[in-house]
């Protein structure tokens, strides 16, 4: 890419998820912060990773040592000749030293390779570069795959260097997917780590644990580790370079199966409050994640992703306007995981879509019995006639998308531990009042394996596949970890899941044609 080509699409960058810091000189630091700025070249402490790409704009994102200006080289080619640099923000300890450039004006339907370095702020020093790659989305049809799934290091599995580490991230980069749909669950900040743990087998599971993994996380410093307990790992690193992240979160991020207002009573929590505890994990997951949605701004997490004419991404929030978990049986609930904002926004969004495919990245499923206790977590909860609860809410919904003639919507998500195909068919509903679509189930990436549970049939769910592990919360080493696979045809417009295990081999693959409007 020469300087011509990039000037002409107009490239800008932004940066910093706290701070503006595109012009001007380095901000005065004093204190700690202004000791972290001796001692000769800044380090990136945990790679580089690229999110949120659409045809024309992308983040990119990582982490120094000390504070430093953030540079990011962009070029078509893998030696960078005629690369462009753009100048992030400068990173600093009011971010934990992370930053995000966000690059605007890309050339569309391109495979673009990125550098990223880092400049000390009192002396000419530069850090070692790490590359990375990205491919922008096409504005005419193309081939498109990626992969989904989500729930990682969680209920006691965290990387274990003697299985090689979170390796689940080697079959996904294998796939050579265009972009990674994360279902959420990327970190168990209430989920602590021991050293070892025994095996079923006689084996002995071995963990990797920082300071921060040894107990839940409750101040912003301990969510943080969370993030960078995971990037300890080199798989994951490798493919974050290569794959750019569509991020969205779900429960444990902050603690398991949390809702706002929610008053803890786990003798693990010294802070009771979930509101005070999920505005510490929000802040955490902004500035470690490469989401385009600023924090600063009270930015919110659903937004849609468009990748060209054959598919547009409806990221959902399902926790942060959450009802408080109880049986599910309101027969005149409104609201429960969307919120009236976030829906009317989904239904607009959904009626103005031009796309072939609507892909719905849920994070919770919608006909599995998710129980919290004796309440419920998810919206199903074994009433099988008509819709109650949080069902109700997703039945407005369906309806609305069957009014509006929304034709193509597929459902994915990860969240229960194993993997799973269900069609939802209104002829078999307690509900009738929708299309026949199709959700697809995938995970974990490391964590416990467990499932599988049952279906609801509100909606119509049925089972066309399904794989799950031989008893609750197996190990990684026994396998039973998951992702799925979406490839679209161009030519054809035909949409393929492939359900595919650790290593990546295919457990399930199914075909769906789109239909007209």
Sequence with gaps: MDRRTLLRGGLAAGGGAALSLLGGGAPALAGPAAGLLRGGRPRITHGVQSGDVSAREAVIWTRSDRPARMLVELSRRPDFRGARTV????????????????????????ELHYRVRLDA??????????????????????????????DLAGQGWGINPDLGGFRIFRAMSAVDPDFFLCSGDFVYADGPLQETVALPDGRVWRNVVTPEKSAVAQTLPEYRGQFRYNLLDDNLRAFNAHVPMLYQWDDHEVVNNWYPGEILDSPLYTEKRVDVLAARARRAVFEYTPMAVPAQRGGRMYRKISYGPLLDIFMLDMRTYKSANDDGASPTQREGLLGAEQLA?????????????????????????????????????????????????????????????????????ADVHYTAAHYYDPAKAGFSDFDPFWEFVSGPLNAGAFGPNRLDTTFGATVAFQQAPPRANTS??????????????????????????????????????????
Excluded: C, Y
């Design 87 to 110: 100048r992030g923000p400068v990173l600093t300890p009011d971010t934990d030293l992370t930053g995000k450039a966000f690059l605007r004006g890309l050339p569309p339907g391109e």
């Design 121 to 150: 702020l009192d002396r000419h020093l530069a850090s070692e570069p790490v590359t990375g790659r990205l491919r922008t989305a096409p504005r005419h049809a193309r081939d498109i795959r990626f992969v989904w799934s989500g």
């Design 345 to 413: 926004w989904l239904k607009r969004e959904l009626r103005a879509s031009a796309a072939v495919w609507k892909v719905i990245a849920a994070d919770l499923p919608l006909g599995l019995i998710v129980p919290d206790g004796t309440a419920q977590e998810g919206v199903a909860q074994g009433d099988h006639g008509a819709p109650l609860g949080r069902e109700r809410e997703i039945a407005d919904l369906l309806s609305h998308a069957k009014r509006h003639r929304v034709r193509n919507m597929v459902w994915l998500t």
């Design 476 to 517: 990684p080493a026994e396998g039973h970890q998951f992702f799925g696979e979406v490839a679209i045809d161009a030519a054809s417009r035909a949409l393929t899941v492939r359900l595919r295990d650790l290593d990546g081999r295919v457990l399930h693959a199914r075909e769906l044609t789109p239909r007209r409007r």
